[in-house]
């Protein structure tokens, strides 16, 4: 059982940044983040391994950076350049599994955090 604890969610206006992080338990070989806004479904955001290997959603790419500190269970989420459209709640996930393809799924994770609020003002 891995237990997960999001941080770093505020309000920041269009153009900004903000730095999310997200602390396990215990090791998790892939480690990602997935993003819910009122009223849709909970999307894939990034994610990355423990060796490093990292995938991101379309509409982060270039903007969002996803790192781990291995030592520190600790996955973290760089977001440059926010959007309105980026307004969500965030939640990280675990998992054991290694397979890159599926990794932006959300069935894929067996663990989540409780989510931490993003709000971008325009």
Known sequence: QVQLVESGGGLVQAGGSLRL?????????????????????????????????????????????????????????????????????YYCAADSNLNPTTWGSRATYDYWGQGTQVTVSS
């Not at 070989?29 to 959603?57: C, D, H, K, L």
């Open 21 to 89: 992080s997200c602390a396990a338990s215990g090791r998790a070989n892939v480690m990602g983040w997935f993003r819910q806004a009122p009223g849709n479904e909970r999307e894939f955001v990034a994610a990355i391994s423990w060796s490093g290997t990292t995938r991101y959603a379309d509409s982060v790419k270039g903007r969002f950076t996803i790192s781990r500190h291995n030592s520190k269970n600790t996955v973290y989420l760089q977001m440059s350049s926010l959007k309105p459209e980026d307004t969500a709640a």
